[in-house]
C-alpha cells in the first residue's frame, strides 16, 4: 500500500522534555507513522532558527514540522508567542524563496501526545503532497 | 567517606568497621538500595550467592507494561553498581552468620566460594568452554539447553567470568591448558572471612513455586507442559533458542495456554496469597508471543485478572484487542496426547459446563514464594517473619523498611510479593531507612 | 572538528536488529569522513561492551563518540560515563535514537527503516565532529527540600529527609494535617485507624528540628533550577492566633451561624464557617473557612485568640529540590451513575466509610433506617473502557471495599454484604482479606464491562440488577438498604501545582515519572520529585515507599553539597551584536544584559541564569547569538546528515 507519500521526507524539530518524549512513546506503543519522518531534538521549540529550517527545505526535505511545547513549555509561557513568530518569519522568508509556506507546520504537542503526533504527521505527508 | 578512628558512643574503634552497610542480595532490590547508600557517601558491600548479580530481572525478555526489554534497564543499573567506588561486590559468596556486637554493629561471617578462577586475570573470553568435554543442563536458560562445566553463566553476567562447576568437572584439566591467561587454578578453596558492618539491608529475592507438586498440571510428566519461567528465557534477547519451540519436538506451537495462578492463592499448597506479578508476565508473554509467532492463538485461563499498577489495566485492555483470549475458568486437569497435544479440562464460567480444549503448549504461571534461609543466618536476634515466611515489616503503616531487628532493613520481594517498580521504590525506603539509621549512629 | 570518531549501532538484543539491518547500517557509515571505527554491539549499554568501548577510545585515541542505541533519555548519562571513564569530555558524546524512533515506530518496514537508520546514524555523525567538549558548570546544592502536602506520604517524606540532616519545610495547602487517611477510618486488619497512623507520624513531625510545618500554605511561584529553587509561599490566615480554653471554641462553633456540608465527611453531615473535624486532629485548634465565613464577629467576642482581621503571610524559601506528595481525590460520581445524587442510599466509598467510623456500634442506620444488606458496586470510575475517561484500576478500592464490609460486618448487628465486582483485585498478601471476607459469608457476583448493574428506586424500595458472570450470565435483582460505589482514585482537581512546577501528565492524568523503574520517582523537571498518589493509585504501604524513595534520591542528589547544571547556555558573537536588545525581550529567565563599549554596544549572557532555552536564537537579527551544542554548524550538519546519500 505504498502511497506517493510515503517517498516524502519530514524533519520534525521535537523538543527534550515535552514532544520528543511523545515521539519515543509512539514507538514504545508501535503506532506506526511513515520512516520518512525524521526528527530533531532541541531544548525549546522558539529555539529554532529559520535558517535551519530553510536549510533543511533547501537539502530535500519536502516539509518541516515543529512539534511544539505549547503551554507545557518547562521554560514559561513565553514559548508560545515566541514560536509563533518565529514560524511566521520563517514563512515570510519562505515565500520569498520559491517555498511554499505550507511546507512549514507547527502543533503544540504534548508529553504523552502519541497518537495526536502519528495523526498530525500522516495528514501532513498528506497535505504535502498535494502541494 | 573517609575511614576515620575515633571512638564512638559504643566504644567501638571506627577503625573495625568494614562496611557500612552490607546488602545481601545483589539483584535489582539490592543494586538499587546499594546505589542509593552508596551515593549519599557509604560504603556498602554486596554479596551476592549467585555467580552474577541482576537477580531475577536480568534473565528476564522485556518487562510490563511498558515492554522495554529488562536487559536494557538492568544491565546499566548493573554495570553502575558494579562501578561505584563506594559500593564492592562478592559474587558466589554467601553470608552464614550475623550477630550483633555491643549495640549498634555486626559481625558477619561470609563463605566465599571458589570458582577455581583468578577473577582478576579472567577475560571471559570462552576459550574454556569450548575445550570443555562435559554437558549438563544450563540452569541460566532453566535447563533447556546445555552449558558446559566450565562456563560464563550468561552473556551480560556481570562478573563476567568463567566459573567451574566441581560436581560435574572431570578434572580433565583440558581447560586450564587451554586458558590464554592462566586463570583457571584448581588449587583454590572455599574461604571464611569476618567482617564487621554497622548495618545490613535484605534483598534476598524470593523462591519460584515448583509445579511438580500439582500433579494434576503434569509438570514434568509431560514435555510440552512448561513454566513461566522457561518461557521467559525462550523470549529474551539471549534466548537459547531463536525462536519459541515446544519442549518435546522443536515444534513451534500455534495454540498456547496459560494457566494462571499456579502455586497461588491455592492453601491445599499452603500458599493462600496472590502472587502479584503472575497475571502482568502472563499478558506480558501473550503479547511477546503473538509478535514471535503471528500466526498462534494464545488462551489465557484465569479466575481474576489482577491487572492494578500503573498502566497494567491499559496493558491488559490492549492484550484482549491484540486478540489474546481469556477465559475466565478453573482448570482441573491436563492430559498428553499421545502427539504431544494437551488437553485441558476446566469449568467455564460464562456457561457453567465442564468443557475440554486442546492445545499444544501449556504455560504455567508459577507463584512467587518467599525465600527464608535469611532467618537462620541471625544468630542472638530473631528476624520475625511472617506466616509465609516473608520478612515481617514491623511497622507498615508508617515504616515499611523495618524489620524486628534494629539496623536491619527489607528491600523488596524479601517481604512480600512485588513487580519490578515496587521493588524498586521499596530498596529507595529501604536506604532512606538505612541512611537515617547511620546518621542517627554518628 | 573532529577527526576519529568512533560509531557503535547497537542490537539491543532484537529489538533493533529484528527490524534494522545493522551491519548494513555500521558499512554505511564506516567510511565516512572523520570515522575511525564503527562496530556493532548486542547491548551497548552492557558491562562488557562498555568496557570494550572504553578500550576502543584510549587505544584508538577516538576523540568523539556517537552510539546509536535508544532514546537518550534512556541512557544518555549511561554512554556519558562511558566518554568520561576513557578520559574523553562527555559533550563529544552523541547518541542517535534508532530503537524508539526507529525501529519500534516502522517495525513493519524493515527496508525503509534500516535507511532511515543510516540517515540518522549519518547525521549524528555530522553533529559530533562539531562538538565541543565543555564542563558542566557547578553549583552549590542548598541543604533543604520543599515537601507539598502533608498526607502520610509528604510527612514520610519529611521525616525521612529530615533524619539524614536536610532541613524540610512541608506544606499543607489545608487547614489540618493528614490528608486522606485521616478521613480513613479503619485500615486493612483493622489494629489502627488513619488518625492513629496520622498522629503517630505527625509526632516525629513534631519533634524533628529540621522540619519546619506550615499549615494552610501555598506554593504560589518558583524560580531557579536544581540546587536552588526560589519560592513564594502564601500562608492563608487561620484567624485564630493561639489557645483558647476548650469551651470557648466549642461555645465559638456553636454561635457561629453559618453551616455548611462538611467535606471531611463528604457531605454526609454540615459542619460551621469555623470548625474542626475530629477531637485528636491536627493542630488542635479549629480553623476559620474564609469561603464561607460572613465575618460577623460573633466567635470573636467569646475567644480572644481568634482573631478576624488575621493577614496572609508571604515567605520566601530556597530549597535543593522539591517533593510533590499530593495526594488524590475520591472519584465523584456523575449524577445519576448507578443512581447517585438521585437515589438517597446511595453513597460512594468515600462517605460510607465516614458513615461507618461516626455511627456507634450496634446498629447501623441511615436516613432513619435500619440498614441489613449493603450491596456494593465496584470499579465506579475505574476501568472505564476504551473510550472512557479513566481506563486505569485504582488498585486500592478492592481491598478497601472488602475490608470496610468485614469492619462493618464486625461493628455493626445484622448485616448481609453483596458485592457486585469486576473480578476481585486484592493482589499480594491482600488476598487474605478476600479470603476472609468470604469466609464470613459475603455474596460475590460479577459483571462485565458490557453489563453494567443498574440501581432502581421503587415504591421507596432500592434494587440493584445485575448479570452475574459466575453463574453463567444469570440475570438477578436483589433488594438492598444500601448501595455503596466503590469509587476509584483521580487526580487532584483544584491542583495548579502541575502548572506551576511545569510536572508533566500522564495517560491516567496523574503526574508522571520519568520512568517507573529506572527513575520511578524523578520529573523531567530535574530536582522535583513526586511520591504517593499524586503519581497514581496506590495503598498506604505503596505510598510509603515511594515516598521515602523520594527522600533517598533527594539525599542522594544533595548531599555532596554540589549539583552539576548542564553547561549548555546561549553564547553571543559580539563581533556580529549590534546591542538592539531584541533578544532582552523574549528572554524568561532575564539571562541577558546590555554591555560593551559605547560605541560597540553588545549583549552578553549571564550564565548562571541561563537555562539553555534557546529563546534568543531565532530573533537575532544578526544571527549572533548560537547556544551550545546547537550551533549552526551542529544543525545543519545534523540535517546533511539526514539528507546526504
Given at each position: 500500500?505504498e ?5 516524502l ?5 521535537s523538543?527534550?522534555?515535552?514532544s520528543?518524549p ?5 514507538g ?5 507513522y ?16 529559520p535558517?535551519?529550517i ?6 530535500g526535505?519536502?516539509?518541516v514540522f515543529?512539534a511544539?511545547?505549547g503551554?507545557?513549555?518547562p521554560?514559561?509561557?513565553?514559548c508560545?508567542p ?7 518569519a ?9 517555498i ?6 507547527m ?10 503526533f502519528v495523526?498530525y504527521?500522516?495528514?501532513f ?7 | 567517606m ?7 558512643q559504643a566504644?567501638?574503634d ?6 557500612d ?14 546505589l542509593?547508600l552508596a551515593?549519599?557517601?557509604?560504603k556498602?558491600l554486596?554479596v551476592e550467592?549467585?555467580?552474577s548479580?541482576?537477580g ?15 536487559a ?6 548493573v554495570?553502575?553498581?558494579a562501578?561505584h ?5 562478592f559474587?558466589?559468596?554467601?553470608v552464614?552468620s550475623?550477630?550483633?556486637r555491643?549495640?549498634?554493629?555486626f ?7 571458589t570458582r577455581y ?5 579472567c ?12 554437558l549438563i543442563?544450563?540452569?541460566y ?6 552449558r558446559?562445566a ?11 567470568i568463567?566459573?567451574i562447576?566441581?560436581d ?16 583457571i ?22 523462591r ?12 514434568g510428566r509431560?514435555?510440552n507442559?512448561m ?6 528465557r ?6 537459547p533458542y531463536n525462536s519459541v519451540?515446544?519442549?518435546k ?14 502455586g497461588s ?38 479466575l481474576?485478572?489482577?491487572?492494578f ?5 491499559e ?8 486478540g489474546?483470549?481469556?477465559i ?7 492430559r ?11 469449568e467455564d464460567f460464562s456457561t457453567?459446563?465442564?468443557?475440554e480444549?486442546e ?10 514464594l518467599?525465600?527464608?534461609?535469611i532467618e ?13 515466611e516473608f520478612?515481617r515489616?514491623?511497622?507498615m ?6 524489620t524486628s531487628i534494629?539496623?536491619v532493613f ?12 515496587d521493588?524498586?521504590l521499596s530498596a529507595?525506603a ?10 542517627k549512629?554518628s | 572538528?573532529?577527526?576519529?570518531i568512533g560509531?557503535?549501532?547497537c542490537?539491543?538484543g532484537g529489538n ?8 548494513e ?12 571505527i564503527?562496530?556493532?554491539t548486542?547491548?551497548a ?5 562498555q568496557?570494550?568501548i572504553?578500550n576502543?577510545?584510549?587505544s584508538?585515541?577516538?576523540d568523539?563518540l ?13 554512554f ?7 578520559g ?12 524508539e524512533?526507529?525501529?519500534w515506530?516502522?517495525?513493519y518496514?524493515?527496508v ?11 547525521s549524528?555523525?555530522?553533529r559530533?565532529i ?9 553549583i552549590?546544592?542548598e541543604q533543604?527540600v ?6 502520610i506520604?509528604?510527612m514520610r517524606s ?12 512541608l ?7 493528614g ?5 480513613w477510618?479503619?485500615?486493612s486488619a483493622?489494629?489502627e ?9 505527625f ?9 519546619h510545618?506550615?499549615i494552610?500554605?501555598e ?11 526560589e ?8 484567624r485564630?492566633?493561639?489557645d483558647?480554653?476548650?469551651s470557648?471554641f466549642?461555645?465559638?462553633i456553636s ?29 488542635a ?8 465565613c460572613?465575618?460577623c ?5 467569646l475567644?480572644k ?11 520566601n524559601?530556597?530549597?535543593g529540590?522539591i517533593?510533590?506528595?499530593t495526594g ?7 449524577r445519576?451513575?448507578?443512581?447517585y445524587?438521585?437515589?438517597e442510599r446511595?453513597?460512594t ?6 458513615l ?18 449493603i ?7 475505574s476501568?472505564?473502557?476504551?473510550e472512557?475517561?479513566?481506563q ?7 481491598t478497601?471495599a ?7 460486618k464486625?461493628?455493626f448487628?445484622?448485616?448481609t ?5 469486576r473480578g ?5 498478601k491482600?488476598?487474605l482479606?478476600?479470603?476472609?471476607s468470604?469466609?464470613q ?5 460479577e ?8 440501581v ?15 453463574t453463567?450470565n444469570?440475570e438477578m435483582e436483589?433488594?438492598?438498604?444500601l448501595v455503596?460505589l ?5 487526580p ?13 501528565t500522564?495517560r ?6 520519568i520512568?517507573a523503574?529506572l527513575r ?19 495503598n ?9 524513595a523520594?527522600a533517598?534520591k ?11 547544571l548542564e ?8 563581533d556580529?551584536?549590534?546591542g538592539?536588545g ?15 563599549p559605547?560605541?560597540?554596544?553588545a549583549v552578553?549572557i ?10 534568543c536564537l531565532p530573533?537575532c537579527?544578526e544571527?549572533?547569538?548560537e547556544?551550545?551544542?546547537?550551533t549552526?554548524?551542529?544543525m ?8 546526504s546519500y
Open positions: 500500500m502511497s506517493s507519500s510515503a517517498k521526507k519530514v524533519l520534525v524539530f523538543t527534550d522534555k515535552i520528543d511523545a515521539i519515543d512513546l509512539a514504545l506503543l508501535k503506532k506506526h511513515p520512516a520518512g519522518v525524521y526528527t530533531i531534538s532541541v531544548p525549546c521549540s522558539s529555539a529554532i532558527k535558517r535551519w530553510i536549510h533543511a527545505l533547501q537539502r526535505f519536502d516539509g515543529i511544539a511545547d503551554t507545557d513549555c521554560y514559561g509561557e513565553l508560545v515566541n514560536t509563533a513568530n518565529l514560524v511566521a520563517t514563512q515570510i522568508k519562505m515565500e520569498k524563496l520559491g511554499a509556506p505550507q511546507r512549514l507546520k502543533a503544540a504537542i504534548c508529553s504523552i501526545c502519541a497518537e495526536p495523526r504527521m500522516n495528514s505527508l498528506h497535505d504535502l503532497d498535494t502541494i | 573517609k575511614k576515620i578512628v575515633e571512638q564512638n566504644g567501638m571506627e577503625s573495625l568497621i568494614d562496611y552497610v552490607l546488602v545481601i542480595g545483589g539483584g535489582i532490590a539490592g543494586d538499587e538500595a546499594a542509593k551515593d549519599v557517601g557509604y556498602i554486596i550467592k549467585d555467580l548479580i541482576g531475577r530481572m536480568i534473565l528476564l525478555s522485556k518487562v510490563f507494561p511498558t515492554l522495554d526489554c529488562s536494557c534497564i538492568t544491565t546499566p543499573k554495570s553502575e553498581t562501578r567506588r563506594n559500593i564492592s561486590i559474587t558466589k559468596t554467601e552464614k550475623i550477630t550483633r555491643q549495640d549498634n554493629f559481625d558477619i561471617t561470609i563463605l566465599k566460594r578462577v583468578l577473577e582478576t586475570l577475560t571471559g573470553c570462552k576459550e574454556c568452554e569450548d575445550v570443555c568435554p562435559i543442563p544450563d540452569e536458560q532453566y535447563n533447556q539447553v546445555a558446559k566450565v562456563f560464563i553463566p550468561f552473556s551480560i553476567a556481570q562478573p563476567r568463567a566459573n562447576d566441581i560435574n568437572c572431570i578434572l580433565c584439566g583440558l581447560c586450564e591448558k587451554k586458558c590464554p591467561s592462566d586463570a587454578d584448581f588449587t583454590l578453596v572455599d574461604t571464611y572471612e569476618h567482617l564487621v558492618v554497622k548495618s545490613v539491608v535484605l534483598a534476598t529475592g524470593f519460584l513455586f515448583n509445579p511438580t507438586v500439582l500433579s494434576r498440571y503434569g509438570y509431560y514435555k507442559v513454566t513461566a519461567m522457561e518461557m521467559e525462550q523470549l529474551a534477547p539471549t534466548r519451540l515446544r519442549p519436538d522443536g515444534k513451534m506451537p500455534d495454540n498456547i495456554a496459560y494457566l494462571l495462578c499456579v492463592r491455592d492453601q491445599t499448597v499452603g500458599n493462600p496469597i496472590c502472587s502479584q506479578i503472575c497475571c502482568m508476565y502472563s499478558t506480558k508473554q501473550a503479547q511477546l508471543l503473538l509478535g514471535a509467532l503471528p500466526m498462534a492463538d494464545v488462551t489465557v485461563y484465569y481474576h485478572v489482577r491487572a499498577g500503573k498502566g497494567f489495566c496493558f491488559y485492555n490492549q492484550a484482549l484487542s491484540m489474546v483470549n481469556y475466565k475458568a478453573k482448570v482441573a486437569s491436563v498428553e496426547k499421545e502427539n504431544g497435544n494437551l488437553i485441558l479440562r476446566y457453567g459446563q465442564v468443557e480444549q492445545h499444544d503448549l501449556v504455560v504455567l504461571a508459577t507463584g512467587i518467599a525465600n527464608a534461609e537462620s543466618v541471625f544468630k542472638g536476634e530473631k528476624l520475625e517473619l511472617d506466616p509465609y520478612v515489616q514491623k511497622d503503616l508508617t515504616n515499611p523498611a523495618i534494629s539496623g527489607a528491600a523488596g520481594t524479601v517481604t512480600g510479593p512485588m513487580d519490578i517498580p521493588t524498586i529507595g529501604a536506604a532512606a531507612e538505612a541512611t537515617a539509621y547511620l546518621k549512629l | 572538528m573532529k577527526k576519529r560509531v557503535y549501532v542490537h539491543c533493533i536488529s529484528d527490524v534494522v539491518n545493522v551491519s547500517v555500521v558499512t554505511a557509515v564506516k567510511d565516512m569522513e572523520g570515522v575511525a564503527a562496530k556493532n548486542l547491548f549499554c552492557s558491562d562488557a561492551a568496557n570494550e572504553v576502543d577510545i584510549t584508538l585515541h577516538l568523539a556517537v552510539i546509536a542505541s535508544c532514546s537518550p533519555k534512556l541512557h544518555l548519562h549511561t556519558r560515563a562511558v566518554a568520561e571513564r576513557a574523553l569530555n562527555s559533550y563529544n558524546y552523541v547518541q542517535v535514537n534508532i530503537r524512533q526507529c525501529s515506530a516502522h517495525s518496514e524493515k525503509s527503516a534500516t535507511g532511515k537508520a543510516i540517515q540518522l546514524v549519518k549524528g555523525i555530522e559530533v562539531f562538538s565541543r567538549a565543555m564542563e558542566p558548570f557547578s552549590p546544592a533543604s520543599m515537601v507539598l502536602g502533608a498526607g506520604g509528604g519529611a521525616i525521612s529527609l529530615a533524619n539524614v540532616g536536610l532541613q524540610v519545610y506544606l499543607e495547602r489545608e487547614f489540618f494535617i490528608g486522606r487517611t485521616a478521613q477510618g479503619d485500615l483493622a489494629y485507624n488513619g488518625p492513629e497512623v496520622v498522629s503517630r507520624l509526632k516525629q513531625i513534631r519533634e524533628h528540628a529540621n522540619i510545618l506550615f494552610g500554605a506554593l504560589i511561584s518558583q524560580s531557579g533550577n536544581i540546587g536552588s529553587f519560592v513564594k509561599v502564601k500562608i492563608k490566615p487561620r485564630i492566633s493561639g483558647c480554653d476548650e470557648g466549642n461555645q465559638a454561635i457561629c451561624p453559618v453551616e455548611v456540608p462538611d467535606d471531611f465527611n463528604f457531605g454526609l453531615t454540615s459542619r460551621k464557617a469555623i470548625y474542626q473535624h475530629y477531637p485528636s486532629e491536627y493542630p485548634i479549629p480553623a476559620i473557612d474564609d469561603a464561607n460572613n465575618f464577629g460573633a466567635c470573636e467576642s475567644c485568640s481568634i482573631d478576624l482581621n488575621q493577614k496572609e503571610e508571604i515567605l524559601l530556597k530549597v529540590n517533593i510533590v506528595n488524590f481525590d475520591p472519584y465523584e460520581p456523575t445519576g451513575e448507578f443512581g445524587n438521585e437515589i446511595v453513597l466509598l468515600p462517605q460510607f466509610k465516614r461507618v467510623d461516626i455511627s456507634g456500634a450496634g446498629k447501623l442506620n441511615f436516613k432513619g433506617k435500619q440498614i441489613h444488606t450491596t456494593y458496586i465496584f470499579c465506579v470510575g476501568r472505564q473502557g476504551e472512557g475517561e479513566n486505569y484500576c485504582s488498585r486500592y478500592c478492592c478497601t472488602l475490608n470496610t464490609a468485614i469492619i462493618v464486625r461493628k448487628a445484622d448485616i454484604n453483596i458485592h457486585c465486582t476481585i483485585r486484592t493482589y499480594g491482600q488476598e482479606i478476600y479470603e476472609e468470604s469466609r459469608g459475603d455474596i460475590f457476583l459483571f462485565s464491562f458490557e453489563n453494567m448493574p443498574v432502581e428506586e421503587r415504591n421507596g424500595k432500592v434494587f440493584v440488577r445485575i448479570k452475574d458472570i459466575l453463567a444469570r436483589a433488594e438492598t438498604d455503596v466503590i469509587t476509584g482514585m483521580v487532584r482537581r483544584n491542583n495548579n501545582i502541575a502548572q506551576m512546577l511545569k510536572i508533566p500522564g491516567d492524568h496523574f503526574f508522571n515519572e520512568h523503574k520511578p520517582v524523578e520529573t523531567v523537571i530535574d530536582g522535583v520529585l513526586i511520591a504517593g498518589t499524586c503519581q497514581g493509585p496506590k498506604i504501604m505503596e505510598t510509603l515507599n515511594s515516598s521515602m523520594a533517598a533527594s539525599a542522594a542528589s544533595l548531599s555532596s553539597g554540589t549539583i552539576h553547561p549548555i547556555v546561549a553564547d553571543v558573537n559580539t556580529q551584536c549590534t538592539c531584541i533578544c532582552l525581550t523574549v528572554c524568561p529567565f532575564d539571562a541577558i544584559v546590555t554591555a560593551g559605547e560605541d560597540k554596544p552578553s549571564v550564565i548562571s541564569r541561563c537555562k539553555g532555552c534557546g529563546m530573533v537579527p544571527d549572533a547569538i547556544l551550545y551544542g546547537f549552526n554548524e551542529e545543519e550538519g545534523m540535517i546533511d546528515g539526514l539528507t
